[in-house]
Structures are given as C-alpha cells and as structure tokens.
C-alpha cells in the first residue's frame, strides 16, 4: 500500500506545487520545506489532500514535519492511521 500512497501523494505534489513539470527530481527523502517546494499553506492544501484522498484524521499535533517533511514520511503516517485499531 505504500507504494501506492507514494504514488498519488507525488502525482498531487507535482501537480499542485511543481504545476504539471515532474521533470524536477523528487525523491522519496527529499525534504518537501527544505527545497522551498511547500510552504505553511501548502502544507495545509497537503493536509486537506490526505484527508480527503486516504480518509485520514489529522489533529493539530500530527501537522508536523516529522509527519509531512517528505513523500516516504508522507506515506508511512498515512498507512500508521489507516492501520485498524486493535483493541
């Protein structure tokens, strides 16, 4: 499912933050904030993405980097919410 989460997370990235030229190198590690590629509002268009395309809840306190920083760590916080809760 990974994959496929990284997939549809650079396609939104490269079509909303680099406008359709997916001919900048993007890789999974890249840091997102870093390369100036997203902003404090980007950020919140990628939040509302999420939860829109994967049906994920995020609270204030997941809106962090270490959660949002780039693809691969884009791709595991979405598959850490959509895990079912065991209970």
Known sequence: MSDAIKSQVRAFIVENFLF????????????????????STGILELVSFLEERFGVAMAD?????????????????????????SG
């Open 20 to 39: 359709g030229d997916d001919s900048t190198p993007l890789g999974d590690e890249q840091s997102l904030i870093e390369s100036d590629m997203v902003d």
């Open 61 to 85: 306190a997941d809106i962090v980097p270490a959660n949002l920083d780039s693809i691969a760590r884009i791709a595991a916080f979405v598959a850490r919410k959509s895990e079912p809760v």
